[in-house]
Nanobody, 125 residues
Framework: QVQLVESGGGLVQAGGSLRLSCAASGYTENRYNMGWFRQAPGKEREFVGGISWTGDTVRYLDSVKGRFTASRDNAKNTLYLLMNNLNLEDTAVYYC??????????????????WGQGTQVTVIS
């Protein structure tokens, strides 16, 4: 059974940085795409960024481009999200997602197969 476990969330001041991690287990090989989503109270879950299992495709939400960087360490089965220059609008629960198969990154939640439990990121002024 595939499991995704996020960590690294917390409370940070505006302009600060955080690095989220997502450890994957249960896959028999590294041919799975990984992504980050977030959901703020009262809002729909939105795509933040993701990397295909080949590393050839990397996508980001427009509002985080230049501030957030997604990366993955296949040897550790871990996806990272480095978040710099955080602002109040980045406050949300951040979720990790994965899907095996064709190397791709989709921005719709329904495309992804597995989800983590989420980690809270709160940005304060």
């Amino acid at each position: 059974q595939v499991q995704l476990v996020e960590s690294g969330g917390g409370l940070v001041q505006a302009g600060g940085s955080l690095r989220l991690s997502c450890a994957a287990s249960g896959y028999t090989e590294n041919r799975y795409n990984m992504g980050w989503f977030r959901q703020a109270p009262g809002k729909e879950r939105e795509f933040v960024g993701g990397i295909s299992w080949t590393g050839d495709t990397v996508r980001y939400l427009d509002s985080v481009k230049g501030r957030f960087t997604a990366s993955r360490d296949n040897a550790k089965n871990t996806l990272y999200l480095l978040m710099n220059n955080l602002n109040l609008e980045d406050t949300a629960v951040y979720y990790c997602a994965s899907k095996s198969g064709v190397p791709a990154v989709h921005d719709t939640p329904g495309w992804w197969n597995f989800w983590g439990q989420g980690t809270q990121v709160t940005v304060i002024s």
